[in-house]
């Protein structure tokens, strides 16, 4: 008697993240390879562990990065170790200006859901299939996301001296300032 409701509930539930997530990939840019397809190659690419040459070390705090700004040679390999020494999640993501403002209304979005929590993500959320084999999981190369507490590697070559920035595109955080500048030497 009391199945009903629950069953709808759920399908109710269910069908509402769909058509989320329909949402996110008609964004284009999560999805096969990841944040910002066609804009990567403008910033370079995922690099080789054979070839890092320098490591830099990224502390994310709430909402800030130590250091401030980065520079970088072109076509320099460069490991960053990126660890989240604040209380909220916070990400290390390497791109356009445009390239950040699409991924965050695609935060928005798994933020909306639960997916993502202002000190947790939700991982088996993060995992489930959305259609095609696509998920929302933070596996790009240009980027990392960490829950409090946690730390982890960045390997980037960056092939090009176009305007590029490092920033955390968890809501709210790239407007308090939680973005820095790639410069070139
Ligand atoms: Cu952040």
Not at 149 to 161: L, R
Request: one cysteine or more; charged letters at 20%.
């Amino acid at each position: 008697m009391n199945k009903l409701p629950k069953v709808i509930a759920m399908t109710f539930v269910s069908a509402t993240l769909a058509l989320g997530s329909a949402q996110i990939w008609a964004a284009g840019t999560h999805g096969n390879g990841g944040h910002g397809q066609g804009g990567q190659s403008k910033i370079g690419v995922a690099g080789k562990t054979a070839d890092v040459t320098r490591t830099i070390e990224i502390k994310m705090g709430d909402n800030f990065y130590e250091p401030e700004s980065i520079t970088v040679k072109k076509g320099e390999t460069i490991r960053f170790t990126v660890k989240n020494a604040g209380e909220f999640v916070h990400e290390f993501n390497i791109g356009t200006t445009a390239m950040h403002a699409a991924h965050q209304s695609e935060m928005m979005t798994m933020m909306e859901h639960g997916i993502l929590q202002a000190d947790k993500i939700n991982h088996a959320m993060m995992k489930m299939d959305m259609g095609g084999g696509k998920t929302m999981e933070h596996n790009d190369p240009n980027s990392i996301l960490l829950e409090p507490g946690k730390s982890g590697d960045v390997v980037w070559k960056f092939s090009d001296a176009s305007k590029i920035e490092f920033a955390c595109n968890v809501p709210g955080h790239y407007d308090a300032g939680m973005m820095g500048h790639v410069r070139f030497n």
